[in-house]
T-cell receptor, first 113, second 111 residues
């Protein structure tokens, strides 16, 4: 079990669907992250939120839209995805940016059909 | 961009043996982190070593850092089947605002 909870664990969606991934942490961490991981590859950074404000967007396509409603929650809204967007989406949080360890959730396995 | 390069890409050993994984990086860093990932799961933080540290231990794990060579190693002693996983090094980039992962080493421990 991890201290970062991601839902759903699995998601299958069509290219015209709209869905959301959710992430929650109650460790009081002020930084939260979305990473994307393809099979047999390292995680790739998508977005960073610091104190509930978006601080980094790694040139992610607009079909991915992050949202941080409060310091404990992070959402990733998905719309008009492509099959190549199928991947494991990982949420993480940390106390002090990258000067402290990242705590990861177990991810959402996304399949776009 | 990929900051860390790891070798070997894959390692297969017998239970009880030691496993050593290496990580090289390109730019100056203030810390280097090691993570483990079991198949299909999230990453678990193992050790964070700061640039002014040369060695750090945690249980059966030993991490070294050589900033002059821009390299780090992770040693797992007396390996167990449960150590089978992918291991990644990660370094902060751009004034610590991004954490970039190396390609990873897939470790298989045979019982």
């Amino acid at each position: 079990d991890t201290e970062v909870t991601q839902t759903p664990k699995h998601l299958v969606m069509g290219m015209t669907n709209k869905k959301s991934l959710k992430c929650e942490q109650h460790m009081g961490h002020r930084a939260m992250y979305w990473y994307k991981q393809k099979a047999k590859k390292p995680p790739e950074l998508m977005f960073v939120y610091s104190y509930e404000k978006l601080s980094i967007n790694e040139s992610v396509p607009s079909r991915f839209s992050p949202e941080c409603p409060n310091s404990s929650l992070l959402n990733l809204h998905l719309h008009a995805l492509q099959p190549e967007d199928s991947a494991l989406y990982l949420c993480a949080s940390s106390q002090d940016g990258y000067n402290s360890p990242l705590h990861f959730g177990n991810g959402t396995r996304l399949t776009v059909t | 961009s990929q900051q860390g390069e790891e070798d070997p890409q894959a390692l297969s050993i017998q239970e009880g043996e030691n496993a050593t994984m290496n990580c090289s990086y390109k730019t100056s860093i203030n810390n280097l982190q090691w993570y483990r990932q079991n198949s299909g799961r999230g990453l678990v933080h193992l050790i964070l070593i700061r640039s002014n540290e040369r060695e750090k231990h945690s249980g059966r794990l030993r991490v070294t850092l050589d900033t002059s060579k821009k390299s780090s190693s992770l040693l797992i002693t007396a390996s167990r089947a449960a150590d089978t996983a992918s291991y990644f090094c990660a370094t902060p980039l751009e004034y610590g605002n991004k954490l970039v992962f190396g390609a990873g080493t897939i470790l298989r421990v045979k019982s």
